[in-house]
């Protein structure tokens, strides 16, 4: 999924006296209550981090509090879609207007009745709603489908991404996985084909006459095209000889 990507940063973490103790918890502490949050500084909200201590010295902060400052190496998952990526979310609500969708577990996705293709028809089938393609019956977008959507915009305060499936390439993620699959098995039968049929074309061959000890070449075929084998050996036929009686 696009948005997502890691990070590896040089941080420093200030931790009050209290802390000395136990300053491995303490760091756990400080970037657990970034996480689900969107950072300026990290241009992305934390999802997941690691970290080691990269210098056992801490560094004395002046003030009323004397926090000391530890220095760590940390290697941070971030979330940070820009405008045209493709986002991966689970449909939990669907309208005749609208789509709303939940992102990695966190970030609300909200589609607008005008930012869903016209290929999509809404329908309310024995009390349910869902919105099916005009052309892929298979297509199907309910509660609880996981779905590809286009990012137009994120609110950074919020988390609140508004969504599109206005390009080709978004709706159900197991109807377009499986059609990309359909696509590439249809490839390989087709070029199998391809190559089946170039494997019967032949070099023009000698045909032997037994019994008549006379060698008659076969011209080019009547289309004028030369014939050539790729796979096969060239055969050259052999009639069965005459009975004498």
Do not use: W
């Not at 940390?74 to 879609?81: D, H, Q, V």
């Not at 990526?85 to 709303?100: A, D, F, Q």
């Amino acid at each position: 999924m696009e948005g997502l990507r890691v990070s590896d940063t040089n941080l420093k973490v200030f931790l009050h006296p209290s802390k000395s103790g136990d300053v491995d918890g303490a760091i756990h502490q400080v970037l657990s209550s970034m996480i689900f949050k969107f950072d300026d500084t990290l241009d992305g909200a934390l999802v997941a981090y690691r970290f080691d201590i990269s210098s056992k010295d801490a560094k004395i902060l002046n003030g009323i509090h004397p926090y000391f400052a530890v220095s760590l190496r940390a290697k941070l998952l971030l979330f940070s879609p820009k405008p045209n990526m493709l986002v991966e979310g689970k449909v939990v609500k669907l309208t005749r207007g609208s789509i709303s969708v939940i992102v990695l577990g966190f970030s609300c996705a909200f589609i607008k009745d005008e930012d869903i293709r016209e290929e999509f028809k809404y329908k309310n089938k024995r009390g349910k709603q869902v919105y099916i393609s005009r052309y892929q019956k298979r297509h199907v977008i309910k509660v609880g489908t996981m779905i590809r959507l286009s990012v137009n915009s994120m609110d950074v305060d919020t988390l609140h991404i508004y969504g599109s499936l206005r390009p080709a390439d978004t709706g159900s993620i197991r109807f377009l996985d499986k059609d990309m699959e359909d696509d590439a098995l249809t490839d390989r039968s087709k070029r199998r084909r391809e190559n089946e049929g170039e494997s019967v074309m032949q070099e023009p061959s000698t045909t032997v006459i037994q019994g008549l000890n006379t060698k008659v070449k076969e011209g080019p075929s009547s289309t004028g095209t030369e014939a050539l084998s790729y796979d096969n050996d060239q055969y050259i036929k052999k009639s069965k000889k005459h009975k004498t009686r």
